[in-house]
């Protein structure tokens, strides 16, 4: 059988290379419960939270519009308290009461806004009252992008 021809078309003595055989991997062992849980419960978490950021409302005072609004709505309820709130300083306030009576309650609308430059604006806001209606103007200042009264007139 010296004469038989070599099945595999190698020279003789030739060792034939193979892939080197592959271990077994070792079993994966199973998430822990509790790491499951703590999971699900940071996911959960988290998405409640982002829903709620984004849920809450623009502050009415980062834009002129809205303080206007908010210190027209105070004057509707005679809320001297939050009128004072929406003031940036007290000679404001002084103008405010000599030309408006703060606590008398009125239905008063924001007629008009106007932006202007170097952070601030004139809101036009318009008073029903019973002896004669009233036109108030008021001059609105951005303060660290926060919206206040300035002026009354």
């Not at 019973?130 to 300035?150: A, E, F, K, M, Q």
Request: aromatic share 6%.
């Amino acid at each position: 059988m010296p004469d038989e021809p070599d099945e595999t078309g190698l020279p003789p003595g030739h060792v034939p290379m193979g892939r080197p055989a592959r271990q077994k991997p070792a079993p994966r062992r199973p998430i822990s419960l509790w790491w499951k849980v703590g999971g699900y419960v940071v996911l959960l978490a988290a998405t409640v939270g982002t829903i709620v950021y984004l849920g809450q409302p623009e502050d009415p005072r980062s834009s002129a519009q809205g303080t206007a609004e908010l210190v027209a709505t105070a004057l509707n309820e005679g809320d001297v308290s939050a009128f004072q709130s929406y003031v940036c300083n007290t000679s404001a306030l002084e103008s405010a009461s000599a030309s408006i009576d703060l606590r008398t309650r009125s239905v008063t609308t924001v007629s008009d806004v106007t932006e202007e430059n170097d952070n601030r604006a004139t809101a036009s806001l318009w008073s029903r009252r019973v002896p004669s209606d009233l036109r108030i103007t008021l001059l609105l200042y951005n303060r660290n992008g926060s919206w206040c009264v300035l002026d009354v007139g």
